[in-house]
Protein backbone atom coordinates (compact mmCIF):
# COMPACT_ATOMS: atom_id res chain seq x y z
CA UNK A 1 0.00 0.00 0.00
CA UNK A 2 1.41 3.33 -0.55
CA UNK A 3 1.48 6.38 1.55
CA UNK A 4 0.53 9.43 0.88
CA UNK A 5 4.72 10.66 0.75
CA UNK A 6 4.63 8.27 -2.50
CA UNK A 7 2.68 11.28 -4.29
CA UNK A 8 3.44 14.27 -5.18
CA UNK A 9 1.68 17.85 -5.27
CA UNK A 10 1.59 18.75 -8.75
CA UNK A 11 -1.17 21.87 -8.57
CA UNK A 12 -2.99 20.50 -11.69
CA UNK A 13 -5.85 22.03 -10.97
CA UNK A 14 -7.56 20.62 -14.76
CA UNK A 15 -7.50 17.12 -12.65
CA UNK A 16 -10.68 18.17 -11.03
CA UNK A 17 -12.86 19.08 -14.55
CA UNK A 18 -11.85 15.84 -15.82
CA UNK A 19 -12.76 13.86 -12.99
CA UNK A 20 -15.69 15.38 -13.07
CA UNK A 21 -16.78 15.22 -16.54
CA UNK A 22 -15.57 11.29 -16.60
CA UNK A 23 -17.39 10.48 -13.71
CA UNK A 24 -20.57 13.10 -14.72
CA UNK A 25 -22.99 10.31 -14.71
CA UNK A 26 -22.07 9.13 -11.59
CA UNK A 27 -22.40 12.38 -10.13
CA UNK A 28 -26.02 13.10 -11.58
CA UNK A 29 -27.33 9.63 -10.58
CA UNK A 30 -26.00 9.98 -6.94
CA UNK A 31 -27.69 13.52 -6.56
CA UNK A 32 -30.74 12.11 -8.74
CA UNK A 33 -31.04 8.79 -5.72
CA UNK A 34 -29.90 11.20 -2.96
CA UNK A 35 -33.21 13.96 -4.15
CA UNK A 36 -35.39 10.97 -4.89
CA UNK A 37 -34.57 9.29 -1.68
CA UNK A 38 -35.17 12.75 0.50
CA UNK A 39 -38.42 13.19 -0.93
CA UNK A 40 -39.75 9.91 -0.59
CA UNK A 41 -38.31 10.60 3.45
CA UNK A 42 -39.92 13.59 3.14
CA UNK A 43 -43.53 12.34 2.24
CA UNK A 44 -43.38 9.44 4.72
CA UNK A 45 -42.23 11.62 7.30
CA UNK A 46 -45.72 13.75 6.97
CA UNK A 47 -47.82 11.01 7.12
CA UNK A 48 -45.83 9.63 9.96
CA UNK A 49 -47.01 11.37 13.09
CA UNK A 50 -50.90 11.31 11.80
CA UNK B 1 -39.66 3.55 13.76
CA UNK B 2 -36.33 4.44 15.71
CA UNK B 3 -36.22 0.52 16.62
CA UNK B 4 -34.59 -1.18 13.84
CA UNK B 5 -31.85 2.05 14.07
CA UNK B 6 -30.15 -0.14 17.06
CA UNK B 7 -29.47 -2.87 14.20
CA UNK B 8 -26.42 -2.62 11.95
CA UNK B 9 -26.51 -0.17 8.35
CA UNK B 10 -25.31 -3.36 6.71
CA UNK B 11 -27.47 -5.87 7.91
CA UNK B 12 -30.53 -3.71 7.36
CA UNK B 13 -29.64 -3.15 4.16
CA UNK B 14 -28.80 -7.05 3.76
CA UNK B 15 -32.48 -7.62 5.01
CA UNK B 16 -33.88 -5.07 2.34
CA UNK B 17 -31.89 -7.73 -0.32
CA UNK B 18 -34.00 -10.49 1.16
CA UNK B 19 -37.10 -8.35 1.04
CA UNK B 20 -36.72 -7.82 -2.57
CA UNK B 21 -34.89 -11.01 -3.68
CA UNK B 22 -36.58 -12.89 -6.58
CA UNK B 23 -38.11 -15.28 -4.99
CA UNK B 24 -39.28 -12.92 -2.38
CA UNK B 25 -42.88 -12.26 -0.95
CA UNK B 26 -42.79 -9.18 -2.79
CA UNK B 27 -41.33 -9.88 -5.99
CA UNK B 28 -44.11 -12.76 -6.02
CA UNK B 29 -47.08 -11.14 -4.91
CA UNK B 30 -46.43 -8.17 -7.72
CA UNK B 31 -45.58 -11.18 -10.33
CA UNK B 32 -49.11 -12.53 -9.22
CA UNK B 33 -51.03 -9.03 -9.61
CA UNK B 34 -48.98 -8.67 -12.99
CA UNK B 35 -47.27 -6.04 -11.57
CA UNK B 36 -44.32 -7.23 -12.70
CA UNK B 37 -43.38 -9.08 -15.75
CA UNK B 38 -42.18 -12.70 -15.04
CA UNK B 39 -38.81 -11.54 -16.05
CA UNK B 40 -38.72 -8.86 -14.23
CA UNK B 41 -36.82 -8.43 -10.79
CA UNK B 42 -36.47 -5.36 -8.03
CA UNK B 43 -32.97 -6.34 -7.34
CA UNK B 44 -30.10 -4.53 -9.03
CA UNK B 45 -32.12 -1.39 -10.47
CA UNK B 46 -32.94 1.74 -9.35
CA UNK B 47 -36.11 1.21 -7.51
CA UNK B 48 -33.74 -0.97 -5.18
CA UNK B 49 -31.26 1.83 -4.46
CA UNK B 50 -33.75 4.70 -3.78
CA UNK B 51 -35.69 2.47 -1.30
CA UNK B 52 -32.84 1.21 0.46
CA UNK B 53 -31.12 5.01 0.78
CA UNK B 54 -35.08 6.06 1.54
CA UNK B 55 -35.41 3.18 4.56
CA UNK B 56 -31.55 3.86 5.58
CA UNK B 57 -31.70 8.15 6.04
CA UNK B 58 -35.44 8.10 7.22
CA UNK B 59 -34.92 9.16 10.66
CA UNK B 60 -32.83 11.36 9.99
CA UNK B 61 -35.83 13.41 8.32
CA UNK B 62 -38.53 12.24 10.42
CA UNK B 63 -36.89 12.92 13.80
CA UNK B 64 -36.42 16.55 13.30
CA UNK B 65 -39.60 16.93 11.34
CA UNK B 66 -41.64 15.37 14.09
CA UNK B 67 -39.86 17.93 16.89
CA UNK B 68 -41.13 20.89 14.05
CA UNK B 69 -44.95 19.84 13.68
CA UNK B 70 -45.08 19.17 17.81
CA UNK B 71 -44.67 22.79 18.07
CA UNK B 72 -47.70 23.64 16.32
CA UNK B 73 -50.36 25.17 18.04
CA UNK B 74 -53.36 22.41 16.70
CA UNK B 75 -55.70 25.59 17.17
CA UNK B 76 -53.89 27.11 13.82
CA UNK B 77 -55.27 23.87 12.13
CA UNK B 78 -58.62 23.84 13.64
CA UNK B 79 -59.05 27.31 12.19
CA UNK B 80 -57.88 25.85 8.54
CA UNK B 81 -60.84 24.02 9.12
CA UNK B 82 -63.37 26.22 10.46
CA UNK B 83 -62.43 28.42 7.05
CA UNK B 84 -63.56 25.38 5.11
CA UNK B 85 -60.06 24.27 3.76
CA UNK B 86 -59.61 20.58 3.32
CA UNK B 87 -56.96 18.68 4.68
CA UNK B 88 -54.71 18.57 1.93
CA UNK B 89 -55.08 22.87 1.88
CA UNK B 90 -54.63 23.06 5.46
CA UNK B 91 -51.52 21.13 5.10
CA UNK B 92 -50.23 23.53 2.07
CA UNK B 93 -51.34 26.58 3.78
CA UNK B 94 -50.40 26.03 7.83
CA UNK B 95 -49.05 22.47 8.44
CA UNK B 96 -45.83 22.80 5.70
CA UNK B 97 -45.18 26.52 6.35
CA UNK B 98 -44.68 26.08 9.60
CA UNK B 99 -43.09 23.16 9.91
CA UNK B 100 -39.86 24.63 7.32
CA UNK B 101 -37.22 24.50 9.75
CA UNK B 102 -38.12 20.49 10.37
CA UNK B 103 -38.40 20.32 6.69
CA UNK B 104 -35.08 22.01 5.83
CA UNK B 105 -32.97 20.83 8.75
CA UNK B 106 -34.41 17.05 7.74
CA UNK B 107 -33.86 17.31 3.97
CA UNK B 108 -30.39 18.37 4.89
CA UNK B 109 -29.38 15.67 7.16
CA UNK B 110 -31.06 13.15 4.82
CA UNK B 111 -29.60 14.49 1.12
CA UNK B 112 -25.65 15.17 2.63
CA UNK B 113 -25.13 11.52 3.78
CA UNK B 114 -27.33 10.05 0.65
CA UNK B 115 -25.32 11.46 -1.87
CA UNK B 116 -22.11 10.23 -0.99
CA UNK B 117 -23.51 6.39 -0.02
CA UNK B 118 -22.51 3.76 -1.46
CA UNK B 119 -23.55 0.98 0.06
CA UNK B 120 -26.94 0.46 -0.74
CA UNK B 121 -26.03 0.49 -4.58
CA UNK B 122 -23.14 -1.91 -3.73
CA UNK B 123 -25.91 -4.46 -2.03
CA UNK B 124 -29.43 -3.52 -4.11
CA UNK B 125 -27.53 -2.38 -7.14
CA UNK B 126 -25.24 -4.45 -7.99
CA UNK B 127 -24.69 -3.53 -11.76
CA UNK B 128 -23.05 -0.55 -13.56
CA UNK B 129 -26.23 1.39 -14.61
CA UNK B 130 -26.95 1.71 -10.44
CA UNK B 131 -23.20 2.68 -9.41
CA UNK B 132 -22.80 6.02 -7.66
CA UNK B 133 -20.14 8.24 -7.44
CA UNK B 134 -19.26 6.43 -3.54
CA UNK B 135 -18.79 3.48 -5.43
CA UNK B 136 -16.38 5.21 -7.87
CA UNK B 137 -14.65 6.90 -4.97
CA UNK B 138 -14.64 3.20 -2.99
CA UNK B 139 -12.86 1.82 -5.88
CA UNK B 140 -10.51 4.14 -6.56
CA UNK B 141 -9.54 4.02 -3.34
CA UNK B 142 -9.41 0.61 -1.72
CA UNK B 143 -9.21 -1.89 -5.21
CA UNK B 144 -7.40 0.66 -7.23
CA UNK B 145 -5.00 1.96 -4.06
CA UNK B 146 -5.52 5.26 -6.56
CA UNK B 147 -5.61 8.21 -3.49
CA UNK B 148 -5.19 11.35 -5.97
CA UNK B 149 -7.86 10.40 -7.63
CA UNK B 150 -10.27 8.93 -5.12
CA UNK B 151 -9.02 12.37 -2.76
CA UNK B 152 -9.80 14.26 -6.33
CA UNK B 153 -13.39 13.03 -6.73
CA UNK B 154 -14.49 13.23 -2.86
CA UNK B 155 -13.58 17.08 -2.80
CA UNK B 156 -15.63 17.37 -6.32
CA UNK B 157 -18.50 15.57 -4.32
CA UNK B 158 -18.11 17.98 -1.18
CA UNK B 159 -17.82 21.18 -3.17
CA UNK B 160 -20.97 19.76 -5.09
CA UNK B 161 -23.17 19.15 -2.20
CA UNK B 162 -21.93 22.37 -0.28
CA UNK B 163 -22.62 24.73 -3.58
CA UNK B 164 -26.24 23.04 -3.85
CA UNK B 165 -26.67 23.19 0.11
CA UNK B 166 -26.00 27.01 0.31
CA UNK B 167 -28.61 27.55 -2.71
CA UNK B 168 -31.21 25.50 -0.81
CA UNK B 169 -30.57 27.08 1.93
CA UNK B 170 -31.04 30.74 0.39
CA UNK B 171 -34.08 29.38 -1.30
CA UNK B 172 -35.65 28.47 1.85
CA UNK B 173 -34.56 31.45 4.01
CA UNK B 174 -33.05 29.48 6.86
CA UNK B 175 -29.19 30.98 6.75
CA UNK B 176 -29.09 30.06 10.72
CA UNK B 177 -28.66 26.36 9.64
CA UNK B 178 -25.17 26.81 8.07
Not at chain 1, 25 to 42: D, E, H, V
Not at chain 2, 41 to 56: E, W
Request: net charge neutral; with cysteine; proline share 6%.
Amino acid sequence: MPGTADFVQSFRLANYLDYAREYATQFGRSFLYAGLATFAALVISFRWPT
Amino acid sequence: MVAPFFCSFILRTLAWKQILADDGYVVSALKFVHVLAPDQSLLASSFAVVAGITYNFLPFMTLPLYSSLERIDPRLLEAGYDLYGGPFTVLRKITFPLSMPGVVAGTLLTFIPAAGDYVNATLLGRQPATQMVGNVIQARFFDLVDYPAAATLSFILMAAILALVLAYVRRAGTEELV
